[in-house]
Nanobody
Framework: VQLVESGGDLVQPGGSLWLSCVASGFTFSRYVMTWYRQAPGKERELVAAITSTGGRTNYADSVKGRFTISRDNAQNTVYLQMNSLEPEDTAVYYC???????????WGQGTQVTVSS
């Protein structure tokens, strides 16, 4: 099983980034996918989640209206479009998969997003 994130970078405040997470080794289309982030000295927090079919999404209040989660089950990929980035968005962003029974879950290795002028 693998979750491989990419797209993290250094960006100026107000800028945009597009994160991707490619999954392999499990039936991606049956899993709820979630983006989490962890800033230095802080706990890991949920950023955005999407159901297995993509029909429902959920966002942290701090990113509503700025971030969009989406998925392509044919490509085994989940995305996070991030707009109007703020320094407070600086963190390592992790991809997470949770299976239909809730008993199996997987994490990616993370990708660094730094928002700074």
């Amino acid at each position: 099983v693998q979750l491989v994130e990419s797209g993290g970078d250094l960006v100026q405040p107000g800028g945009s980034l597009w994160l991707s997470c490619v999954a392999s080794g499990f039936t991606f289309s049956r899993y709820v996918m979630t983006w989490y982030r962890q800033a230095p000295g802080k706990e890991r927090e949920l950023v955005a989640a999407i159901t297995s079919t993509g029909g429902r999404t959920n966002y942290a209040d701090s990113v509503k209206g700025r971030f969009t989660i989406s998925r392509d089950n044919a490509q085994n990929t989940v995305y996070l479009q991030m707009n109007s980035l703020e320094p407070e968005d600086t963190a390592v962003y992790y991809c997470h998969a949770r299976g239909p029974t809730g008993t199996d879950d997987y994490w990616g290795q993370g990708t660094q997003v730094t928002v700074s002028s």
